[in-house]
Every structure is written in structure tokens, then in C-alpha cells.
């Protein structure tokens, strides 16, 4: 099963605030916010949602089309994501642009405050998909995460017009997007990923309720934060995955890109969706363990142990003979 994933590549920079937003918020001066944050630290670490994604994916033994836009400062970066199995031929190099940034505030109830500047990824909206299927031999699937709106409208279009599966992963577009562009984007989707905050969002802006949405996807995959997963398909019962247990909270950057990697994974395997999300999940504590989104090892003895403590053993049984991690 080959899959692509489209969207940011960027660089992040990631800050701690050592109190809480809300404290600093006046109720009744919403409408003329002027804030600066002292922050404790500063991280710089590699990101962007599709290089995340895509990064977690080849951890996990698979090895992902990364499509997406950089500018020339991209080498360093590519070396690294190919020296973790993420095919990286099909990403764009623009002769004008930076790399996107991504700015980035955490609080101490783990609450944040992000901005993106967008530089290369603006050119992503010129990357026809069809070429990157031919040089692969075809694809099973493109997931059209947050990118350049036109872009992933693009993608979107191109996917129905060829019939290539798709998945929707919106994120933080829904923001910028008004619903029409959000219909258009979740309408025929194999699977929706959001969060329970960007679920009633995606209902709110596009006028579909819960329902309806259900009734134009195949498979609606919902992350709860620390109540773990649910996952739907019309006509039949919601499964809700546990999540699994942290060791520690770190940072939440990137964990909603490493359950979907986790649960991508799943599908490559063949798994049924409650196994993807289990997956998903337990990918997803690993980066909340760390600071940056790509800044864990998974090792095979310890993923397949923590996931049958978490799931069970018959559960690990049928999760360890499909990974091929890079470290034991």
C-alpha cells in the first residue's frame, strides 16, 4: 500500500510560558488583545505536519511519499527524514522562498499559541499528484494535511478526478478556511482526522451536522486528547480507544501528526481501525514525551511491549511481525 502524504514541512520554534494564557486574558477585552509572553526557553526543531507525519510512518518500518514545498535550506532536513525511510523525491524546492516556520507557545496546562509563516509552501499549490503516482508505480492513498489552502484543494481535486482515495486532515487550516472550502475538502474523503475541538468546528463552519459529515466519509477518526480515540463509520457502533498510558508530559507538538502516522501505519498492515488507533495512540505518547515532533526513537522491543500493556497481548501479537523499526 502506497501512501503520500502532502502538506507543511517546516521548522518549528517552540517556546514555554511558565503560567497560564487564561490568567492573562480579560473577559470583557477580548475584542483588543495585547499580549507579550516572557518565555522560559526557546527549542528549534524539525516539523511541519506532513514531514511529521511522514517521519513517524518510516520509524514504524514504512516508507512514505513526503509531497510538499522548501526552500534551499532543506538539505540537512531531507537527509535526516530520508535516514528515517521517508521518500523524499517528490518534494518541491523553491528557488525563492525559506522553509515555513512555525512559531509556537506552550503554557503550563499545555495550552498554546502558534503562528506560521508560510515562505516555500506557498508553492505547493503547483505539485500535480499524477507524476509522483507514476514515478511510485501508483497510489493506494494521499492524506491532504494542513498545507497552502490552494493546495490542499488542489490535491483534493485532483484525487476525485483520478479516483485516488484521500484522506482529510484539515488541522489548523480550519481557522483560515470558510465552508465551502471545508465541504470541499471533507466531502468523499476516505478518512477525516480532527480533534473533539476541530470536529465541532469542521460541523459549525461547513452547517453539516455529526451525521451528515459521517454520511460523506468512509471513516471519521476523532482524537480526545487524554480519553484517547473514537473512530466512526456510518451504520455501525462508535469504538473508542483508551489511550495509552505517558510516562511524562512534555510537549504536545506534533502528537495529533504521530497518531496519524501511527494509524496510517495501521492501515498499510492491513489492521482493522480500533488496531490503527491503538497504533496511533501509543505513536502519539512517545512525541508527547519529548520536545519537537520528531525527536523520539521507536524501538521495536519497547513499542510492542508498552502496547501490550496498554492493549493486551493478543492485541502486541498481531502488531509485532508487521513492524520493521530501525532500532531493536
Not at 525563492?96 to 499545555?110: I, K, M, S, V
Amino acid at each position: 500500500m502506497r501512501i503520500a502524504v502532502t502538506g507543511s514541512i517546516a521548522t518549528d520554534h517552540l517556546m514555554t510560558f511558565p503560567g497560564s494564557f487564561g490568567d492573562q486574558l480579560i473577559a470583557e477585552q477580548l475584542d483588543r488583545v495585547s499580549l507579550s509572553f516572557l518565555v522560559d526557553d526557546l527549542q528549534i526543531r524539525r516539523g511541519g505536519a506532513a514531514a511529521n507525519i511522514a517521519f513517524g510512518m518510516g520509524c514504524l518500518g514504512l516508507s512514505p511519499i513526503l509531497v510538499g514545498a522548501v526552500g534551499s535550506d532543506f538539505a540537512d532536513y531531507r537527509s535526516w527524514l530520508e535516514r528515517h525511510g521517508v521518500d523524499c523525491d517528490s518534494v518541491h524546492i523553491s528557488e525563492l522562498h525559506h522553509t515555513a516556520r512555525f512559531l509556537c507557545t506552550t503554557d503550563e496546562h499545555h495550552n498554546q499559541i502558534a503562528s506560521f509563516y508560510t515562505g516555500a509552501m506557498a508553492e505547493a499549490r503547483l505539485i500535480e499528484l499524477q507524476p509522483v503516482a507514476d514515478r511510485v508505480g501508483g497510489l493506494d492513498l494521499v492524506l491532504i494535511s494542513p498545507n497552502d489552502p490552494e493546495a490542499m484543494l488542489r490535491h483534493t481535486d485532483e484525487c476525485r478526478q483520478r479516483g485516488i482515495p484521500f484522506g482529510a486532515d484539515i488541522s489548523q487550516q480550519l481557522a483560515r478556511m470558510g465552508g465551502e472550502e471545508i465541504r470541499s475538502l471533507v466531502d468523499g474523503a476516505a478518512y477525516l482526522f480532527t480533534n473533539d475541538y476541530e470536529k465541532a468546528l469542521v460541523e459549525q463552519k461547513t452547517g453539516w451536522s455529526d451525521e451528515e459529515v459521517l454520511s460523506r466519509v468512509g471513516v471519521r477518526v476523532t482524537t480526545l486528547g487524554p480519553k484517547g480515540a473514537r473512530i466512526d463509520r456510518e451504520g455501525e457502533p462508535t469504538v473508542h480507544v483508551p489511550p495509552t498510558p505517558e510516562l511524562r508530559k512534555v510537549d504536545p507538538t506534533g502528537v495529533g501528526d504521530a497518531f496519524r502516522a501511527g494509524f496510517l501505519s495501521g492501515l498499510v498492515w492491513g489492521l482493522s481501525p480500533e488496531r490503527c488507533g491503538q497504533i496511533g495512540n501509543l505513536t502519539a505518547t512517545y512525541v508527547l514525551e519529548h520536545v519537537g515532533g520528531q525527536e523520539y526513537q521507536l524501538g521495536k522491543r519497547a513499542f510492542v511491549e508498552r502496547f501490550a500493556a496498554a492493549y493486551g497481548a493478543d492485541a502486541a501479537a498481531e502488531v509485532e511481525p508487521r513492524m520493521e523499526c530501525h532500532y531493536p
